[in-house]
């Protein structure tokens, strides 16, 4: 007779995003919802850490695992909007663990980011990236850009974050790194610069990405904005301007888009940003999206917050963003 | 007009040591010079080595102010060592050199330029990192200025450290990273293994990397030895190794020779290292001896909220340059 295994508490087993099943690219499944890891912050400016967040969001997720694996009838009720969640672990979503990652050698790591995510999109699963620093959402979108025009679509580009991505060519850095994402994506022409939407910046920037933007026909949504018009608003602002004939959108979640009072682990200092609350109600409109096709989630550095909050939080907005299109977290 | 006074160790705004920002037409024969490798893009374990520099300058700051109380001299409470206030000109901090983290080969160009100028210029370059594959420019910059075309000549290599870092080609990081500059260190021309010596190395090493060091004839005491042999004993064999038939010695001191006990700073985590005071005891030892360079690596000032670590480095590298900087004498 074999042992049973009961509900796993949130610290215990080994640690997959939402405890799903582990698998290989060759048993990925049209319609699933693919985690994998990119593990990579050799181009962060300032404090890395990045690479530690992988991991650190799928420990993070086992908590709401738990509790849903622990309930009776695996249901759980949110107190805000009265959606009730189930745990039918249908098998939906699968965790393809950690892409290859070379931490001294840019190009070959992002080689390994596009080839892995375009993998993941052509075989009909939707590619849900835990980054690494805010570089890797850009081989990661070209991967997905690369189906979308074979396919003869259109991919949009809607980036959270404290930083617009717009840097030219930089003396330390170079052309590809976590300060030029966006300005890449156009000039590779994995993405048009009418499809662009940022989220969320704050601060300064500089005069020619400020003109840049201005005569791109990109659309800048500022933290202000978000303050002023809400999270959900904003986002939905940000898709009707910068989806025009567009049949798919790339999301790209910075969690550096937070104000560092409530995400304290992530590299850069933000203050001016955004609430948990008001991404999560821009995460529950990309959520019901259904021209979303891919996601990541990037900036968080986990060593940089022993309260761990920052990667719960990240773990808790990926489920709010699955709880709709996966039959393993439904609404019941 | 706002006159200045002494400040506290918290506050103003200079280099190691309180010495002034200089630049390398300030450099004379005999000076010191401190050289910041701000580089950890080649480290597989946790990083931080970028704000090595940093951090023990900031943490130098309190011995400094120490020199401006009372006549200028301090005494070694332990050992009876008296340390004068550098003079003039003795002690310079360079500030940091270029680091480009995404592209390892013009860092290592960088690097190597910059502690070859100052080596050139007759200082004794302290290069501070950075993660450990920065010793390897360093020690070219070194050699390209100590040596120039009289390829005859030989430098002695002491590297303290818990590893050999004489790993050859990475499938993760290829050729160059924090585990291959001290293979890459044997390869130069004007390295003899025979001169080359490894204190404090413990715990577990690729098979590979024990057999290289086997073959090639390379000595190495492990941390046990330190602790069987004594310090003393341990640094003057390796002196007499590394000494033997060469005209310099060259040092690359990896902070994680220490315990994680009494360093925890660093990327890698050790229970087999030595302790502070037998650093402090091999810097005296080393210091006295003909070396001509040095390197110090792996202090991750973020993985340490002490500071300990950071001190301990500051402290190593003031033990190590001491008979040239305050002409210390023992009493």
């Known amino acids: ?332 | 007009m706002h006159q200045r006074s002494h400040q506290p160790s918290f506050a103003g705004v200079s280099g190691f040591l309180r010495s002034p920002l200089a630049d390398y037409a300030d450099v004379g024969p005999g000076a010191v010079t401190i050289l910041g490798a701000p580089h950890d893009t080649t480290c597989s374990s946790r990083q931080g080595a970028r704000f090595g520099p940093t951090g023990i300058r900031a943490a130098s700051q309190y011995l400094g102010d120490l020199f401006r109380r009372g006549d200028g001299d301090l005494v070694d409470l332990a050992t009876g060592q008296v340390f004068h206030r550098p003079g003039a000109g003795m002690l310079l901090d360079m500030g940091d050199l270029p680091v480009q983290p995404t592209d390892v080969v013009r860092t290592t160009a960088s690097i190597r330029e910059g502690v070859a100028e100052s080596t050139a210029r007759g200082g004794f370059p302290v290069t501070l990192g950075g993660d450990h594959y920065i010793s390897y420019p360093a020690f070219l910059g070194f050699s390209d200025a100590f040596c120039g075309s009289n390829r005859d000549q030989r430098i002695g290599f002491i590297q303290m450290d818990s590893h050999f870092d004489l790993g050859d080609i990475n499938l993760v990081w290829g050729r160059y990273w924090h585990g291959s500059n001290a293979r890459r260190i044997s390869e130069v021309d004007v390295v003899n293994p025979a001169n080359m010596v490894w204190i404090g190395v413990n715990g577990v090493t690729r098979g590979e990397q024990y057999e290289f060091a086997k073959g090639m004839g390379l000595t190495f005491f492990t941390g046990e030895d330190v602790r069987q042999l004594g310090i003393v004993e341990v640094v003057r064999r390796a002196l007499e190794i590394a000494g033997n038939g060469t005209e310099a010695i060259y040092l690359s001191l990896d902070i994680d020779v220490v315990d994680a006990l009494f360093a925890p700073g660093t990327g890698a985590v050790v229970w087999g290292g030595i302790r502070p005071a037998d650093l402090l005891a091999a810097m005296d030892l080393i210091g006295a001896a003909n070396v001509r360079a040095m390197d110090l690596v792996e202090v991750a000032p973020n993985l340490d909220p002490t500071e300990a670590t950071a001190r301990l480095a500051s402290l190593a590298v003031i033990h190590l340059t001491a008979p040239r900087l305050f002409g210390a004498r023992r009493p």
């Open chain 1, 1 to 332: 007779m074999s042992w049973e295994r009961g509900p796993l508490l949130s610290f215990a087993g080994i640690a997959t995003f939402m405890r799903a099943p582990a698998v290989d690219f060759d048993a990925l499944q049209p319609g699933q919802v693919a985690i994998v890891g990119a593990p990579f912050d050799t181009t962060t400016a300032w404090r890395q850490g990045a690479r530690y967040a992988p991991r650190a969001i799928r420990e993070a997720s086992l908590h709401v695992v738990y509790w849903l694996d622990s309930a009776y009838e695996s249901e759980l009720v949110d107190l805000e909007s009265g959606t009730t969640l189930q745990r039918t672990a249908t098998g939906t979503v699968v965790d393809l663990g950690d892409l290859n990652v070379y931490p001294n050698q840019v190009t070959r790591s992002a080689e390994s980011f596009q080839h892995g995510t375009r993998e993941i999109v052509e075989r009909g699963a939707f590619p849900l990236v835990l980054g690494g620093d805010h570089f890797v959402s850009l081989p990661c979108c070209r991967g997905v850009a690369e189906v979308v025009t074979q396919r003869g679509g259109m991919l949009a580009f809607i980036t959270f974050g404290c930083e617009l991505g717009l840097a030219g060519e930089d003396p330390v850095w170079g052309t590809d790194w976590s300060g030029s994402v966006v300005r890449r994506l156009v000039e590779t022409g994995a993405v048009d610069a009418r499809n662009i939407a940022w989220v969320g910046p704050s601060g300064l920037a500089p005069r020619a990405e400020w003109d840049w933007i201005q005569h791109s026909g990109a659309t800048l949504l500022t933290a202000e904005d978000v303050h002023r018009q809400g999270g959900a608003d904003a986002t939905r602002h940000a898709l009707t301007s910068a989806t025009t004939d567009c049949d798919a959108v790339y999301v790209s979640l910075g969690m550096d888009v937070l104000d560092s009072a409530h995400a304290p682990g992530i590299g850069p200092a933000v203050i001016g940003g955004l609430t948990p609350t008001e991404l999560g109600h821009a995460v529950a409109v990309l959520a019901r999206e259904p021209r979303v096709v891919a996601l990541d989630v990037v900036e968080v550095a986990p060593h940089l917050d022993p309260s761990g909050r920052t990667a719960r939080l990240a773990s808790n907005l990926i489920f709010d963003f699955l709880a709709p299109r996966s039959a393993d977290l439904s609404p019941a």
